[in-house]
């Protein structure tokens, strides 16, 4: 059997890399041979979010779009399709329809609320209004996240299944040694430009934390600097080779989100990804979360800014909490968000599609 994925983005992309890529060893040793092909390459990544150079990235833009089409004129010797949020960045979803003329399967699979309006009215011309809702009417089989993008979906299509966005635990694995005794404790944030705002909620929380605490705030990927009055603070840009050495050095994680429609479209995958290397943390509970962590058990929830102060202030003050916290949090991600969890309901998924099945409605 032999499947081309179409992606936006490289494995530099969170969303590809967990919903595509790291599942590829596991397809191709269930006999799925894949072939995947990114919009973007490394360099167009680079400069679509990291400002400037208009011209060069107009440039790759074009060259990048008649790859595409490249892509697509060798589509019909697969056996089935597979589309991660989608074909091309602009426009209605010419390729998806073409693909689907094609008349072999198309799965479907989307990990945010990309169904929801464009943040300006350019972005939105530039992209047609009801793309989304289009593709997974058009797919033979719709893969989401959670519940929240199943109900979405299932208004479209009646096959759409669940599968959680997961972590190989093989990977992801506590530090093997501890830091020394006499070291400030670490609250870390791992994010990028966009969720900044987020954290910047807390600052008012992180700044009475310090009056009375000894920690360092680590602040990962928010591509500006963020200081509060009184928080020593250590700020780095996001890398792929450093990303699970991040995670590890973390004596505490946050994830704080805000409360709008696009949160509840959020996979929790940094929760997820804390608990994982063995990290306590304190999440907002919005959409997912509230399945992701049971609250006081393998994590804690947080809405309000004396919420935050009080539960950050008992993972700082009690390192046997934050042990076994810690324990249960991996316990929990290796039953419901490993890679090995996961896995063989995508290589059913595929083959069932591709056989014709029908999932038989929206389930996790």
């Not at 894949?34 to 400069?47: I, M």
């Not at 990291?50 to 790759?60: K, Q, T």
């Not at 693909?99 to 198309?106: A, I």
């Not at 006499?182 to 994010?191: K, S």
Request: positive net charge; glycine residues 8%; proline residues 5%.
């Amino acid at each position: 059997m032999r499947v081309l994925f179409f992606v936006p983005h490289t494995a530099l992309a969170a969303g590809a890399r967990y919903r595509v890529y790291q599942f590829l060893p596991y397809l191709q040793a269930a006999g799925i041979d894949c072939t995947v092909r990114a919009f973007t390459s490394p360099e167009l990544y680079g400069l679509l979010y990291g400002g400037g150079h208009e011209l060069r990235r107009a440039g790759l833009i074009l060259a990048r779009s008649l790859q595409r089409l490249k892509d697509v004129a060798g589509a019909g010797q697969f056996d089935a399709f597979f589309v991660y949020k989608e074909c091309f960045p602009f426009g209605p979803p010419l390729i998806e329809e073409h693909l689907k003329s094609l008349g072999k399967p198309l799965i479907y699979d989307f990990d945010d609320a990309i169904f929801l309006p464009e943040s300006t009215r350019l972005r939105q011309r530039l992209r047609s209004p009801d793309k989304v809702a289009r593709i997974v009417t058009l797919a033979d089989r719709v893969i989401v996240s959670n519940q929240h993008l199943a109900g979405f979906s299932s208004a479209y299509n009646r096959n759409v299944e669940i599968i959680p966005t997961c972590i190989d635990m093989s990977v992801f694995v506590p530090k093997p040694c501890a830091r020394a005794t006499n070291a400030p404790l670490r609250i870390g944030w791992i994010g990028s430009h966009s969720t900044a705002k987020y954290l910047e909620r807390l600052g008012l929380v992180f700044s009475r934390l310090a009056a009375r605490f000894d920690f360092e705030l680590h602040v990962i990927g928010a591509g500006r600097t963020l200081r509060f009055p009184g928080v020593r603070s250590v700020e780095r840009a996001w890398r792929l080779e450093a990303e699970v050495g991040e995670f590890q050095d973390l004596d505490i994680g946050v994830y704080p989100l805000g409360d709008s429609v696009w949160e509840l479209g959020k996979a929790g995958f940094k929760a997820i990804q804390y608990m994982a290397v063995g990290v306590p943390s304190v999440s907002s509970p919005v959409g997912v979360m509230n399945e992701i962590v049971r609250d006081g058990t393998d994590g804690f929830l947080a809405d309000s800014d004396d919420e935050w102060f009080d539960k950050l202030s008992r993972l700082l003050s009690d390192a046997d909490l934050r042990r076994r916290m810690a324990e249960r949090g991996r316990e929990a991600v290796e039953q419901r968000f490993s890679l090995s969890a996961n896995a063989p309901k995508l290589v059913e998924a595929i083959r069932a599609t591709v056989a014709g099945r029908a999932v038989g409605g929206a389930h996790g």
